[in-house]
């Protein structure tokens, strides 16, 4: 059947779900009273949302989401859910202490947005998300080549405002940020990464779009710069992996170096990456990485 004829009988079987459920992840969209009967199941944990939020009034909020620890937000209109989840977080309740986010503020612990064309990852998009400070785990699906642009980074971060993500995020294990793409238009550096490395001391993972144009010079700047001492000075995560994907890099002779110490200084536990790059710049960058390990 097509997904769309599947809506109304599963909302009406949704509707019937008792208070034991815990678990739901469909990949059909929900009616707005199977959603809201969902909202209001309090051992829920994990949830699959598809499709747009439903449309509330000031006097309809709902009156607290259940202790999700594990949200999926698919479909294509994910800035929805995010907005509504930034309009919950500024309203009034009249219970001091408890809001409609209260609860999920705490529990949420991995936070999956899939499939987002056509949205371009900024300020707007994340700034609902340095609600939930608790996140392990925070997955954007995204590709910068499945916009109606296909030669326009949708990338729209700075590193001002990576760090005040990361500071927001300090328990983050896993941490993907749409897939790197080669326009090299991005205004992120490798001093969002530094920054990154500092405040989310637990991360394993990293996928980040980051310019790699002077990306000697920043290093340099990054190794050397004053105004970068009291980071230098503070523990590092135990990142592993760095997911580079399409990011370019064009190095000379003693630069590659440069570029493996730089990296190592900001990033003390990473290590070769599996993933295949046609680069060979990042090639022999994670070879090096790979004959640093083995010393």
């Known amino acids: 059947m097509p997904r769309a004829d599947l809506k109304d009988p599963l909302s009406s079987v949704v509707l019937r779900f008792g208070p034991s459920l815990t678990r739901f992840i469909p990949s059909v969209p929900l009616s707005d009273a199977a959603i809201n009967h969902l909202i209001r199941l309090p051992h829920l944990r994990g949830w699959r949302v598809e499709g747009p939020p439903p449309s509330y009034s000031a006097l309809s909020l709902p009156l607290v989401f259940p202790p999700l620890a594990d949200l999926t937000i698919g479909g294509d209109n994910p800035r929805g859910w995010l907005s509504l989840f930034e309009h919950l977080e500024d309203s009034t309740s009249p219970t001091p202490g408890v809001t409609p986010l209260s609860v999920m503020k705490e529990s949420l612990e991995c936070l999956d947005i899939e499939n987002t064309p056509n949205h371009t990852i900024d300020v707007s998009f994340i700034s609902p998300i340095q609600i939930f400070r608790n996140l392990s785990t925070l997955f954007i699906q995204a590709d910068c080549y499945e916009t109606d642009d296909e030669d326009q980074c949708t990338f729209k971060l700075n590193d001002d405002d990576v760090a005040k993500l990361t500071m927001a995020l300090p328990q983050l294990e ?15 550096t490798v001093a969002c990464l530094l920054q990154i490395s500092v405040h989310c001391v637990k991360l394993q993972e990293l996928t980040i779009h980051f310019n790699t144009t002077n990306i000697v010079d920043d290093l340099k700047n990054v190794l050397g710069d004053p105004r970068f001492a009291e980071l230098r000075s503070s523990p590092r995560c135990a990142l592993s992996y760095l997911g580079v994907w399409q990011t370019p890099l064009t190095v000379d002779g003693l630069d590659i170096e440069v570029v493996v110490n730089g990296m190592v200084d900001i990033f003390p536990s990473l290590g070769p990456c599996e993933e295949e790059t046609h680069n060979l710049d990042w090639k022999e960058f994670f070879e090096r990485i790979g004959e640093l390990r083995r010393i």
């Open 174 to 188: 896993v941490l993907i940020l749409g897939a790197p793409c080669p326009e090299n238009a991005c205004a992120t």
